[in-house]
């Protein structure tokens, strides 16, 4: 009999790889955007490039909605397996904590050789990202570690693959779409709360509770999608709820000037208004906008551009090193602003784009060296952790028409 892991292995699905590698791709031209002059570039070419790549942080709220899918599909599948939390925990473990303890390790190492002018960061910083709570800590106090600070969306994850297999196993399909439902309205008005309470705005942005429609909407249509019924209703509104969505996020966009979640007039002149719009309305619409996404990517047509776009060769290579990429890619970034030095004379849009493009090929590079050298001893350990269905499992457990794999 198949175990649920090798039907996952049967079944992956490369369009999400290819979302995945787009998430990280507009998460490296953000980060880039901000280390060569920043949002609010000036000049007819500049500034548009600017903001575009400005945006680019969104992509950390695809790779939630994506987390969300994959993780609620896998978690749905194993119900009634046997060692149904220590297989999940385990293959967690061994896919996300060998590569990020071990980058905080050379880090830590790094630091204590006198490395100091590259990362710096103190003992409760530290302690902070050893126990996946850095987002806590800048939510709370708004202490940030250079170098470091794109690891606040990992503890996110963390928090949430901790806690939402006791949800998924407790509830069954139909109430887990409503539990969905319900935690991603809460966790949309605690952030508008948070930003009318008068409380530092980003707040809202880096606390777990905060942050989990993108999550939940994922988890969501993971649901629907183990029904034929569910799923056909989805399919035929995700078109007008994409647009919609998109429409939203487009008028916060234009209305602004800008689509910030951290702009703040006081520090950006050239910020009229702040991201409060952004933080509360503005990251409900993505997570609703990638949902309809993932929707419309999995039902494309062979052969159509959507399904052409997704399943490039390139986009879903990135995708497959996507997390070692975020890992490595803030300090690769970091690292080549420190030991080159770029020409003055350089238009802005020209200095970003090399940038971009060389920081998602070395960061590819360093990624793909990580995982041949060194992951893939720990998740080869994985078929240890199979998830086996119980005797009579097909009685217990529908098989769902639509497995998932890709997490």
């Not at 998109?246 to 916060?252: M, P, Q, T, Y």
Request: hydrophobic share 55%.
């Amino acid at each position: 009999m198949p175990t649920a892991s090798s039907r996952h292995a049967a079944s992956h699905i490369l369009a999400l790889d290819g979302l995945r590698g787009l998430a990280i791709i507009a998460v490296i031209l953000c980060h880039v955007n901000h280390r060569f002059g920043g949002p609010f570039s000036q000049g007819v070419v500049d500034r548009p490039v600017a903001m575009v790549f400005a945006g680019g942080w969104v992509g950390v709220d695809l790779f939630f909605v994506l987390s969300g899918f994959l993780i609620t599909g896998i978690l749905y599948e194993a119900k009634g397996c046997a060692g149904y939390f220590r297989n999940f925990y385990a293959r967690r473990v061994l896919r996300i904590m060998p590569l990020y303890y071990g980058f905080l390790a050379v880090v830590v190492a790094a630091q204590l050789w006198g490395w100091h002018e590259y990362v710096w960061f103190s003992r409760d910083g530290l302690l902070s990202l050893v126990t996946y709570t850095y987002n806590l800590r800048v939510a709370l106090g708004g202490d940030m570690i250079a170098g470091m600070h794109h690891f606040w969306s990992l503890a996110i994850e963390e928090h949430f693959y901790l806690l939402w297999p006791l949800v998924v196993v407790a509830l069954s399909r139909r109430f887990l779409m409503h539990a969905c439902l319900a935690l991603g309205a809460i966790s949309f008005l605690s952030r508008v709360a948070v930003v009318a309470s008068g409380a530092w705005p980003l707040t809202a942005f880096f606390f777990t509770p905060c942050r989990l429609d993108g999550l939940l909407a994922g988890s969501w249509v993971a649901l629907a999608y183990k029904d034929q019924a569910d799923w056909e209703r989805l399919r035929r509104w995700a078109t007008p709820t994409l647009w919609m969505a998109g429409g939203v996020l487009l008028a916060i966009g234009l209305g602004q000037g800008h689509f910030l979640p951290d702009a703040d007039p006081t520090r950006m002149p050239d910020a009229a208004v702040d991201g409060r719009f952004v933080i509360t309305i503005g990251v409900a619409a993505l997570a609703v906008c990638f949902a309809a996404l993932i929707v419309l990517t999995l039902h494309a047509a062979e052969g159509s551009r959507l399904r052409r776009f997704s399943e490039n060769m390139g986009l879903r290579a990135i995708g497959k090193y996507s997390y070692a990429m975020y890992v490595f890619h803030v300090l690769i970034l970091f690292l080549t602003v420190r030991l080159f030095a770029v020409p003055a004379s350089l238009p802005s849009f020209v200095v970003k784009s090399v940038m971009a493009v060389w920081i998602v090929a070395a960061s590819f590079v360093a990624a793909w060296i990580s995982y041949h050298l060194y992951e893939k001893h720990f998740l080869r350990l994985k078929r240890h952790f199979e998830f086996h269905p119980p005797v009579h499992a097909d009685l217990l457990v529908p098989v769902p028409s639509h497995p998932l794999s890709n997490a």
